[in-house]
């Protein structure tokens, strides 16, 4: 005699060959994800890895992008540089473990011309700058600016030209005074109406911190590692700075009688709020940039008078400038990345 169902057991068939099935779809199913992460569709292989940068520093870290990197805005000759400009690659690598071979910089760097000279050709530079370089016997330190700086003022797409002002004899250096003969110099080669002051052991962290002038005068060297990245005091003006040349000749230029280390930046704080202008500056991540470490020149003191003559800017920033700027070149030399102008400045006692 048959024995009879539980109640309920066809259910529990139905529901146990259901579990069954739901579980070999689930298999099929993860197994042909897994086959087909595995080989990937088809046409595109994984791409090989990148080779190495070469030891011998030959193309800088900061090398100007492909033209395939370029706006996909066709420009003409004739219009304007669009602004930002397209080229930028915002934040860069900086170091100064390797030697620089100028002569691999220039070739490198082939658009620009003797002197330190360049302008886009795709389109009309916004601003024509100046950037003037206060020297002497730092020839190690000039070489990594110029390894770094051309690069990165291409892609900001300016007309520009580089000016190191290199003082002659044994003297106090005087860094303002040969700022001012930059100033008046380079106006004797090119209608530049921007100056770039830069020291020459300064180099930039983030190419989007553009070298140009602003409706104010502008710090460009507000994040340096030197001060953990940040500035040292609110009134820092030291470093990079831009200014127009209507700025500059409004402030009557800088002060020349800063001998040795120390102040004159401050003297040139003074005479920006003194003729109610104000500083702009890029942020702390844009404006962030590296100095290249090194002792204190010899004849570079600090200058012992720098704070009585910081106290009294108001009364002397109309007859310490530009309108007494005195001072004698020796010799002109054009290089393929820079012009070099060796001057006679005098002394603190002439």
Not at 101 to 118: C, H, I, M, S, T
Not at 220 to 227: G, I
Not at 309 to 335: F, P, Q, W
Not at 338 to 344: E, N, P
Request: glycine share 6%; aromatic share 10%; proline share 10%.
């Amino acid at each position: 005699m048959k024995e009879p169902s539980l109640p309920g057991t066809s259910l529990q068939r139905a529901c146990r060959l259901l579990v069954a099935f739901c579980a070999l779809h689930l298999s099929a199913t993860l197994l042909y994800y897994l086959a087909g992460s595995a080989l990937g569709p088809p046409g595109s292989p994984e791409p090989p890895p990148r080779r190495p940068p070469p030891a011998n520093l030959s193309l800088p870290f900061s090398r100007p992008p492909p033209p395939t990197a370029r706006s996909p805005t066709a420009l003409s000759p004739t219009d304007p540089c669009p602004e930002p400009s397209p080229l930028l690659v915002g934040a860069l690598r900086v170091e100064f473990s390797q030697p620089v071979n100028l002569d691999e910089v220039a070739r490198v760097n082939p658009e620009v011309k003797a002197g330190g000279r360049f302008a886009p050709k795709d389109c009309i530079a916004l601003q024509k700058v100046a950037i003037i370089i206060p020297f002497r016997n730092r020839e190690e330190h000039l070489k990594y600016w110029l390894y770094y700086l051309h690069p990165i003022l291409q892609r900001q797409q300016l007309d520009y030209g580089v000016y190191v002002i290199n003082q002659d004899g044994e003297e106090e250096f005087n860094r303002a005074k040969l700022l001012n003969i930059g100033f008046a110099e380079a106006l004797k080669e090119y209608d530049y109406d921007c100056f770039v002051f830069s020291d020459v052991d300064l180099i930039p962290m983030d190419d989007r911190n553009t070298y140009k002038c602003y409706s104010q005068p502008r710090h460009l060297s507000v994040s340096m590692d030197k001060f953990g990245f940040r500035l040292p005091y609110n009134q820092y003006f030291g470093g990079v700075s831009a200014l127009s040349k209507e700025q500059f000749t409004k402030i009557n230029g800088f002060p020349n009688n800063y001998w040795g280390w120390g102040g004159e930046d401050d003297d040139i704080y003074n005479r920006l709020v003194f003729k109610g202008m104000g500083i702009s500056r890029p942020d702390a991540i844009t404006g962030k940039c590296r100095m290249i470490r090194h002792s204190r020149d010899r004849k570079n003191e600090p200058n012992p008078e720098r704070f009585d003559r910081i106290a009294h800017t108001r009364e002397t920033m109309s007859s310490d400038g530009l309108n007494t700027l005195s001072y004698k070149v020796l010799r002109t030399d054009k290089y393929p990345l820079y012009t070099r102008i060796t001057v006679d400045i005098g002394s603190p006692n002439s």
